[in-house]
């Protein structure tokens, strides 16, 4: 779990003060602060006072290292009725032009009627480390030009996942990417679930594309984390799939799917640990750094 040493410094420059490979600057300590702060809140299911509690916190940490924030709301017709639901999209700047990368998560956490959930690691764990990433990326402005972030409502069903119930926030934001036409600016998307178990294990899907897949796990042996990656033995269906169908991106899900206390009572902090938050935040940069070396 520990990374190896890999300073080859390859990212900092020909000349002048050579800058740190940005994926050092990435906190796991700092990610699980957020973490706990947002499971402090309790349930936080769509719709719900600590959901908005949520959405304040993401909005405050994200501007105050320098991003722009827009809500982007909606209603979804639900099981429970029609529900509103708000996206964040966070950009560097104010052109909407610039981004190619799309990093994101889900902040909703799945409502029960019959257990208090927290969701510690799904909704909690990406979306912690989704804010530390703002602070990271912001230290280096060319690359965070690059990249948007996007924190998605409504990502659990009410009932069971189908078609037309879960995934409210991710179909909505590829549908407007796509009606738009601003699907066709970016060139993949990275989305974080469940990263935050001790002893984590990324479980990725077997669909997921060749290509990134390749580079995130070309990135994970180059941090010497590569043993912290595997597949899962079915297709995953998460936020990732609208992005890959409607929005017409490749998109990879990292995501710790072998999580006993997955939808339980027990998906609480003490299982979660802040290096495991630091695996996927610097897999993620390093991998994004390989893209845009020259940003
Ligand atoms: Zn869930």
């Known amino acids: 779990m ?21 994926w050092t600057l990435y906190s796991g300590d700092r990610a699980f602060a957020d973490v706990t702060a947002l499971v402090d809140m309790g349930p936080r299911p769509a719709q719900s006072a600590a959901l908005q509690k949520a959405r304040d916190y993401i909005t405050t940490e994200v501007e105050k290292a320098g991003w722009k924030v827009e809500k982007q709301e909606f209603e979804g017709d639900t099981p429970r009725g029609t529900m509103k639901f708000c996206n964040l999209i966070a950009r560097f700047g104010d052109d909407k032009t610039t981004q190619q990368a799309i990093v994101c998560s889900h902040y909703d956490t799945k409502l029960f009627d019959t257990i208090r959930f927290v969701g510690a690691s799904d909704g909690g764990s990406s979306t912690g480390a989704l804010i530390e990433m703002a602070r990271t990326l912001a230290q280096d402005p060319g690359l965070a030009r690059r990249v948007e972030l996007v924190f998605f409502d409504g990502e659990e069903a009410f009932v069971h996942f189908t078609e037309t119930d879960g995934l409210y926030g991710s179909r909505h934001y590829a549908e407007v990417l796509r009606d738009s036409g601003r699907y066709k600016q970016f060139k993949f998307a990275i989305l974080w679930d469940m990263m935050g178990p001790k002893n984590l294990t990324i479980t990725l899907s077997p669909e997921s594309p060749p290509a990134l897949t390749g580079g995130i796990l070309k ?21 990732h799939v609208p992005l890959q169908h409607i929005a017409e ?39 994004l750094r390989a893209q845009y070396p020259n940003e």
Request: proline fraction near 6%; charge should be negative; include cysteine.
């Open 2 to 22: 520990l990374l190896a040493g890999c300073h080859s410094g390859g990212a900092g420059g020909a000349s002048g003060a050579v800058k740190p490979d940005i």
């Open 219 to 239: 990135a994970a042996d180059a941090l010497g984390v590569r043993n912290d990656f595997t597949f899962y033995h079915d297709d995953i269906y998460d936020d």
């Open 249 to 287: 991106m490749p998109a990879i899900d990292l995501i710790d799917f072998n999580y006993p206390p997955w939808h339980t009572a027990a998906d609480t902090l003490d299982k979660l640990a802040p290096e495991s938050l630091k695996v996927v935040g610097d897999v993620t940069l390093y991998y």
